[in-house]
């Protein structure tokens, strides 16, 4: 089925998932039906839309082309490309997999099963001489996947910094500049329909490693694991932070990095301290950006909107044009590049500068105690901040940034500050880039 097929005849489409994004792309094959036929030199034929409830109607799908029976669209002789959008691992992958084996090329913007098995999938489809092509599973409508795979293809990728989960961004920047507190800014959020009832996947940044995992393949030519990246979620965060990260100049955002150095891949997603003038700094609410570093290019930003039935359905429709047209031009897919295991360092191993909020007694000496502990582990302090003292309780906050220290080192001295006397609580402990 890869290959060309007659003169002028349509492309048969078929979905599975008729959801957001499926009603997104629904509505943009019906709008721009001329318009694509004419960008591939032939019609798309949407042919069958699987969903679970087959019985309720959805616009843009014939009461006749929806079914409740995978089965229904492999069977169909004239799908040429299947688009997968009901989203989850299962039975999405096996759906992925057998459409594949069966000469289909595939679409999807499932961001869980390319994370977990994006390489087994690309190669399955290059045993069968077919495409399977993944641009809206990371950024949503911004253009990441492509330009990664093949614009910056010349450049030594070293690293790859996104923000790439829009509720997380949105109740970040409520917190940044309306001083909400995290659950005020959640609740908000659930109002707008910016974040699920349950919203585990994206507050604890399992959703931003799935994406990290897919642009780790695509930048560096490797394996993740979404299980082999550093996570940190942002439900510990206080109003307390954002004051005083502000005061050193700094917000706070939800950054997914993968890095590599010395040959080995550092890999996270965790809160984050970053400058307001740093480009990442200042992309706000749902925005999503993804900022790639390379030795020929230096840095690129793309940033836009990382999710929504509209920005998803021009990534997910641009991926299948660029299969219809290769249908129609005869031209059999490009063999896939080769990943290979990353070697992913260990959390302690892997270094950055730190912010961390302190609760003390309000005594002479304390501050002398707390640098020993860090000096001890070769961290050095780059500021110390008193920011609020409570005259009843007789404590104070300190705020300390440390210059770039590993892992490992600053859990040994946190391990220390937690037994002296004089503190009361570890407040937080944060990243910051740079
Ligand atoms: N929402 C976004 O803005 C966005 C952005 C980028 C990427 N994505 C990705 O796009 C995918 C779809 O997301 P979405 O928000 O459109 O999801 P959604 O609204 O939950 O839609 C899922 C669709 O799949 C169908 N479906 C689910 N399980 C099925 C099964 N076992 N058999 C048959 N049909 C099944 C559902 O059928 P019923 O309608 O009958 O329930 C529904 O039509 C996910 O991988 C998501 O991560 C979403």
Excluded: W
């Excluded at 299948?320 to 031009?329: C, P, W, Y």
């Amino acid at each position: 089925m890869s290959e060309a097929s007659e003169p002028m005849e349509p492309i048969g489409v078929s979905l599975l998932g008729a959801g957001n994004v499926g009603a997104g792309v629904l509505a943009a094959l019906q709008r721009g039906a001329e318009r694509y036929a004419a960008r591939v030199g032939r019609p798309l034929e949407l042919r069958r839309v699987l969903v679970r409830a087959r019985a309720r109607p959805r616009a843009g799908a014939p009461a006749g082309a929806l079914t409740d029976r995978f089965e229904d669209v492999l069977e169909d002789e004239r799908t040429q490309i299947v688009v997968e959008l009901m989203g989850g691992e299962h039975p999405a992958r096996e759906y992925i997999a057998r459409a594949l084996a069966s000469g289909r090329h595939v679409v999807t913007a499932n961001k869980e099963v390319m994370a977990k098995c994006g390489p087994e999938l690309l190669e399955l489809a290059s045993e069968h001489g077919v495409r399977l092509l993944y641009e809206a599973s990371v950024g949503g409508g911004i253009p990441i996947v492509r330009p990664l795979g093949r614009d910056l293809l010349a450049n030594e990728i070293t690293a790859v910094t996104a923000i790439i989960n829009g509720t997380t961004n949105y109740v970040l920047t409520a917190m940044t500049y309306e001083g909400s507190d995290y659950a005020e800014a959640l609740a908000e959020a659930q109002r707008l329909g910016y974040a699920e009832p349950d919203p585990t996947d994206d507050v604890e940044g399992i959703d931003a490693a799935y994406k990290l995992a897919i642009l780790c393949g695509l930048a560096f030519h490797v394996t993740v694991s979404p299980d082999d990246i550093a996570r940190q979620g942002i439900s510990g965060l206080s109003a307390r932070d954002f004051r005083y990260a502000d005061e050193l100049g700094y917000t706070i955002k939800l950054l997914a990095s993968g890095r590599l150095v010395d040959g080995a891949l550092d890999v996270s997603v965790r809160p984050t301290l970053i400058a307001y003038e740093e480009p990442l700094g200042k992309v706000d609410g749902v925005l999503n950006a993804v900022q790639v570093e390379g030795d020929l290019v230096g840095r690129v930003l793309f940033e836009g909107p990382g999710a929504g039935p509209k920005p998803t359905a021009s990534a997910v429709l641009a991926d299948v044009l660029d299969v219809a047209r290769d249908v129609v031009a005869g031209r059999g897919p490009l063999e896939a590049i080769r990943y290979r295991k990353a070697v992913v360092r260990p959390p302690s191993e892997q270094e950055s500068r730190y912010y961390m909020r302190v609760t003390v007694a309000d005594r002479a000496g304390v501050l002398a105690k707390i640098a020993g502990a860090l000096g001890d582990n070769d961290i050095s302090i780059a500021s110390v901040v008193q920011f609020e003292v409570d005259e009843d309780a007789r404590t104070a906050e300190l705020v300390i940034t440390t210059h770039k220290a590993r892992g490992g080192r600053l859990d040994a001295a946190l391990a220390t500050i937690r037994e002296l006397d004089e503190v009361v609580e570890i407040g937080s402990v944060l990243q910051m880039a740079g």
